[in-house]
């Protein structure tokens, strides 16, 4: 999913949501409430998901660019030294993005 479609999905979502609250206000039936706030509460679990993957996607040409570059250092090849380099910036990223979302 490219940034650009995963933008409009978030902008969409969001604009839904805004209607939906609106809504929300003069909804007096405890079932319709529960719907429309079923609605919202999935928007937003899928705005997460959206944040996610251009976060994943960030990390996945962070790497990409790593490895090019890696490759254009030296003889062609990428050493083993290169590639724990390029595995402890990941795990270290991850490690991170896993503390923030699960507030360790």
Known sequence: MTNTKIS???AKRTAEIREL?????SITDARLRWSIETRIRNHQRRITQLDEIQDWE???WELIKLFSSALLQGDGEITPAEIAEVAVKTAESVIIKAKD???F
Not at 21 to 25: A, C, D, Q
Request: glycine share 0%.
């Open 21 to 25: 609250n609106k809504t929300l206000e």
């Open 8 to 10: 409009m999905e978030r």
């Open 101 to 103: 979302t699960f507030k």
């Open 58 to 60: 960030a990390r996945r």
